[in-house]
């Protein structure tokens, strides 16, 4: 069956653009969320989504990033006003979303975003 | 506030070598913990969890119990293989929210 997929899987962007990043979760699956990796750390939470809102937005780093889930699918995170330490590896996951205890999240590839 | 310490690597073993990767943690409540692994080329993929205290989750002859004195999920293996090299992350998801917060990843060669 079809995991989580992200686009593009690579981004080189210069300092300043704007750039969106697109998600795919697993079909089924209500939760989305966005993180951020940088080179030699573990996955940042950035937001999550439970159906089209965002339940939790407090990992996003400044009012730059924003993400959207319109028809509480696919998501894109947008990035405004780019600048090198926006230069990482972003990663979605998906899960059930189901009350209760936590639910296995399934990643994507990641899209690696480097700003020049 | 919620946190997961991991040990540092890199680590590289010798096959059939006998693996332990140490991960605290520190958490309001009782959270369930995980350990994740990254292979070459590819996404995170869950290994194994545990939701509560005592539990021992295990996958693929790795094996982790969740210790709430010591707040600590340690991961073992007892005879690590070649195709275990990969880079595990340790995480947490607190009772009450929805987010994992990650280790900073042990990556793992495993040479002939």
């Known amino acids: 069956g079809a995991g989580v997929s992200q686009t593009p899987s690579n981004k080189v962007t210069e300092k300043g653009k704007y750039v969106e990043l697109r998600c795919d979760p697993i079909s089924g699956h209500t939760a989305l969320y966005w993180y951020r990796q940088s080179l030699g750390q573990g996955p940042e939470f950035l937001i999550y989504f439970q159906g089209t809102g965002a339940a939790d937005d407090s990992g996003l780093p400044n009012d730059r990033f924003f993400a959207v889930r319109p028809e509480g699918s696919v998501s894109t995170l947008k990035i405004q006003r780019t600048e090198r330490g926006d230069s990482a590896v972003y990663l979605c996951?998906?899960?059930?979303?189901?009350?209760?205890?936590?639910?296995?999240?399934?990643f994507g590839p990641g899209t690696r975003l480097t700003v020049l | 506030g919620n946190s997961v310490t991991q040990m540092e690597g890199p680590v590289t073993l010798s096959e059939e070598a006998f693996l332990t990767i140490n991960c605290t943690y520190t958490?309001?409540?009782?959270?369930?913990l995980f350990w994740y692994v990254q292979y070459p080329g590819e996404g995170l993929q869950l290994l194994l969890k545990?939701?509560?205290?005592?539990d021992k989750g295990s996958n693929k002859g790795f094996e982790a119990t969740y210790r709430k004195e010591t707040t600590s999920f340690h991961l073992e293996k007892g005879s690590v293989q070649v195709s275990d090299s990969a880079v595990y992350f340790c995480a947490l998801s607190p009772y009450t929210g929805n987010q994992f917060y990650f280790g900073t990843g042990t990556s793992l060669t495993v040479i002939p």
């Open positions: 545990a939701t509560k205290a005592d």
């Open positions: 996951a998906s899960s059930l979303g189901l009350a209760g205890l936590p639910n296995e999240q399934f």
């Open positions: 958490a309001t409540g009782y959270p369930s």
